[in-house]
């Protein structure tokens, strides 16, 4: 295929937010790098939902830029997770800049415009050089984002520490792509899968070196056990609301990208990555549930419940054979994107209201905001899996699908982790109800992006965990992934 038969209008939406995202940024810098711009936050989420209507209407059916672009429902779900995480986040940041005049906003948004484009990139690509340029796009953006704040030592120490592990963890994945590329000569990940078989029966130790060091960097990127210990660091250290994009909008980015890598370049040795996957996501659910017990950081505290929660996500990759399992592991993505950033949405309220990240800043919040406590209440029941709320379906079908794939085992420490969580998130719940307000505390007021975002996601938590078969419905409805 010449570059004159090739569809560039699959690239569409990538070309869109990509020129929106040099628009906003060029606007920035002829306006002044200084004072308050709004204006550039209501374009910033203007740009994400038109780039959101271009992905529905170009990625609604099956296609390729030469086997090194993909386009399918995989991707289009994805890309509107990506889409929609950034507009949350831009939402809740909005307030925030406001009041932080040491964060030049121009910047700021147009490097989460750019992390949304580089996570497109990534759950399309089918290519190890498309895939790695979508990763660092990504990458490069987190490590500015985390260390925005460049007069504030921990989040100077957090940007740091990201960007040192992080370019480790690159360097890894880099190594590992090597052995594919010098094994096969090829980087597209379609000819590797279809030589993958082959590839393992005679190159079986060469093989694994590269998927344990493509692992250990991608590990990284969604924080799993035992890749995990920045997390804590960079989440405590960086502005709240990037701590909100690094937990979800980054991490569910890397898993699509690890699934597309697993399912089209080493589907032929399923049954050799399978049991490492659901190992490493044992070892990653206990070790976030058990170090969040003693945790009095709320950031803290919500970076190895995101750890946990990572684990979670890992069961229905290690169990994936046919479109069952991408279905449940869109819903949980779904259901994880909501839940979360509705928590961190009320996390930023709280914490700027009180100047403080302990647990005690929501003493009394129920007093001081009815809505709030209850909204909040019902984020962290639903990332503990309580009946009628999005996190419990989830984890139910996630539960499920371990069963139904023989891994009994994985389907026990799901339970007995889950169980654990609620020990750390009812210790917020107890501060919100049963602790009185201090006494200079104040009844909160939130912005209005704030409470747009707190209502969505508290909404849309509530009716997945009442009526999941909506949303069920249609992801059963697609061949999701080429070449499943």
């Not at 790098?33 to 990625?59: D, E």
């Not at 964060?103 to 147009?110: A, H, K, L, R, T």
């Not at 052995?179 to 130790?205: K, R």
């Amino acid at each position: 295929m010449t570059v004159f038969d090739t569809n560039w209008a699959l690239l569409t939406p990538e070309i869109a937010l990509g020129t929106l995202a040099l628009l906003i940024f060029t606007i920035d810098f002829m306006t002044g790098i200084h004072g308050k711009k709004p204006f550039i936050g209501r374009l910033s989420v203007l740009s994400l939902i038109i780039t959101g209507v271009l992905v529905v209407m170009t990625n609604r059916t099956s296609g390729s830029i030469a086997d090194v672009f993909i386009i399918d429902p995989y991707a289009m779900i994805f890309k509107l997770i990506i889409l929609s995480g950034v507009v949350a986040v831009i939402l809740i940041s909005m307030s925030y800049l406001e009041k932080h005049k040491d964060v030049y906003q121009g910047e700021y948004y147009s490097l989460m415009l750019f992390s949304a484009l580089g996570g497109m990139l990534m759950v399309s690509s089918a290519d190890l050089i498309t895939l790695f340029i979508g990763l660092e796009i990504v990458s490069i953006s987190s490590y500015c984002l985390a260390g925005f704040k460049k007069h504030h030592r921990h989040s100077t120490e957090a940007a740091i520490k990201y960007v040192i592990l992080g370019g480790t963890a690159s360097a890894f994945i880099l190594y590992g792509m090597s052995f594919l590329y010098g094994l096969t000569g090829s980087t597209s990940l379609v000819e590797i899968g279809a030589s993958m078989p082959q590839l393992f029966q005679d190159y079986t130790f060469m093989i694994y070196l590269s998927f344990f060091f493509m692992l250990g960097g991608f590990g990284f990127k969604i924080a799993m056990v035992p890749f995990h210990m920045w997390a804590p660091d960079v989440y405590e250290g960086a502005p709240t609301p990037v701590t909100a994009f690094l937990s979800v909008v980054s991490k569910l980015a890397g898993f699509g990208l690890v699934l597309r890598l697993l399912v089209t370049g080493f589907e032929g040795i399923f049954q050799e990555w399978a049991f490492i996957i659901a190992t490493m996501a044992a070892l990653t659910m206990i070790t976030g549930n058990l170090i969040a017990l003693p945790q009095r950081n709320v950031k803290r505290l919500m970076a190895y419940s995101g750890i946990a929660q990572a684990g979670y996500i890992l069961v229905p990759i290690a169990t994936i054979i046919t479109n069952v399992g991408v279905n449940v592991l869109m819903f949980y993505s779904v259901a994880y994107l909501f839940m979360t950033i509705g928590a961190f949405a009320i996390i930023l309220l709280v914490t700027e209201d009180t100047g403080s990240h302990d647990l005690n800043s929501f003493a009394g919040l129920f007093s001081r905001s009815p809505y709030m406590a209850v909204a909040m209440t019902v984020f962290l029941l639903s990332l503990a899996g309580m009946p009628l709320t999005a996190g419990f379906v989830g984890k139910a079908n996630i539960f499920i699908l371990a069963i139904s794939g023989d891994m009994l085992w994985l389907a026990v420490v799901m339970i007995v982790t889950s169980v654990i969580s609620f020990v750390y998130y009812f210790g917020i719940i107890k501060q919100m109800f049963m602790v009185e307000p201090r006494a200079n505390d104040k009844t909160l007021s939130p912005s209005l992006g704030t409470k747009v975002v707190v209502t969505v996601a508290f909404t849309f938590t509530l009716v997945l965990g009442f009526l999941p078969g909506w949303l069920m419905d249609i992801f059963t409805a697609f061949d999701w992934i080429r070449l499943l």
